[in-house]
């Protein structure tokens, strides 16, 4: 994995929209806010968008995160979710 200077160039603690993609279950939006709960606590208003089809959501989220690791962690974490396919 390549080194970036994220850290350098990004002010910690800082709002990042996290784009979760995943397959349109009801369930989805709930269990991408019971992670955000989980790596970062506060009040979460995440916004879904169906495609086209209807066959995904994609559900996006600002989370409060700290440090770059903070991210890394989240993006493991919201993958992790049964029904995501992509993070974003």
Not at 43 to 48: E, G, I, N
Not at 52 to 75: C, D, F, M, P
Request: hydrophobic letters at 40%.
């Amino acid at each position: 994995m390549q080194k970036t200077r994220f850290d350098e160039l990004v002010e910690f603690p800082t709002d990042f929209t996290f784009k979760v993609m995943g397959v349109a279950s009801p369930e989805l939006p709930d269990s991408v806010v019971a992670v955000a709960q989980q790596h970062a606590p506060g009040d979460y208003a995440p916004t879904v968008k169906p495609s086209s089809k209807g066959n995904y959501h994609s559900v996006a989220i600002r989370i409060r995160v700290e440090s770059q690791q903070h991210i890394e962690v989240l993006y493991r974490a919201l993958s992790d979710i049964e029904d995501v396919r992509y993070v974003l």
